[in-house]
Nanobody
């Protein structure tokens, strides 16, 4: 029931940085997960990282130490700061949102249409 839209994709050279943002509608879940996923050509979609409403975060090993996920004070925008980009980071990046039941897993119910990130050498 949340609307999700990504912004900020583009092209960057290897070693550079790029920031993405994800705007989520005001009508959101009380306890939630917000996350970034990506899908490279010929590969399956994979999780990049995310946060939950308790402030906990998780990152894929492939981006740990290079990417930073944060949320604005109004809790309606999710950011992805990407540093030290590599060609293998090239993918369509998707933002997702959904409920996070107590004691349960994130349920990725709402997805954006994606924004392309291309890293060249």
């Amino acid at each position: 029931q949340a609307q999700v839209e990504e912004f900020g994709g583009g092209s960057v050279q290897a070693g550079g940085s790029l920031n993405l943002s994800c705007v989520v509608s005001a009508n959101r879940y009380d306890t939630y997960c917000l996350g970034w996923f990506r899908q490279a050509p010929g590969k399956e979609r994979e999780g990049v990282g995310g946060v939950d409403s308790d402030g906990k975060s998780i990152y894929a090993n492939s981006v740990k130490g290079r990417f930073i996920i944060s949320e604005d004070d109004k809790k309606n925008t999710l950011f992805l700061q990407m540093n030290s980009l590599k060609p293998e980071d090239t993918a369509m990046y998707y933002c997702a949102a959904g409920p996070h039941p107590l004691g349960g897993n994130c349920y990725w119910a709402d997805w954006g249409q994606g924004t392309q990130v291309t890293v060249s050498s």
